[in-house]
């Protein structure tokens, strides 16, 4: 399980999301749109939200305790 850092609180908020964060407050938005939506189209969510820190991503939406690994790309540059 990931520390309440300042990052995470204003991500996802308390840990009884009784002060949500952005996440959850973007997710309710966007499901809220679609039921209003709903008899016009058809609607596929995925949702991923991944924290890049130093040099690991860290899924955080993965079950905690659950190890998640990613094949992770090099960034190169001209300097």
């Not at 991500?11 to 938005?29: F, H, T, V």
């Not at 008899?39 to 190890?67: C, H, N, T, W």
């Amino acid at each position: 399980m990931h520390s309440l850092t300042d990052f995470t609180y204003t991500m996802i908020g308390d840990k009884e999301l009784k002060s949500p964060g952005i996440a959850p407050r973007a997710m309710e938005a966007i499901y809220k749109l679609m039921e209003e939506q709903k008899s016009k189209f058809s609607f596929k969510v995925q949702v991923y939200m991944l924290e890049l820190y130093v040099d690991r991503l860290i899924d955080l939406l993965a079950p905690a305790g659950k190890e998640v690994s990613f094949k992770v790309l090099s960034i190169l540059s001209n300097d």
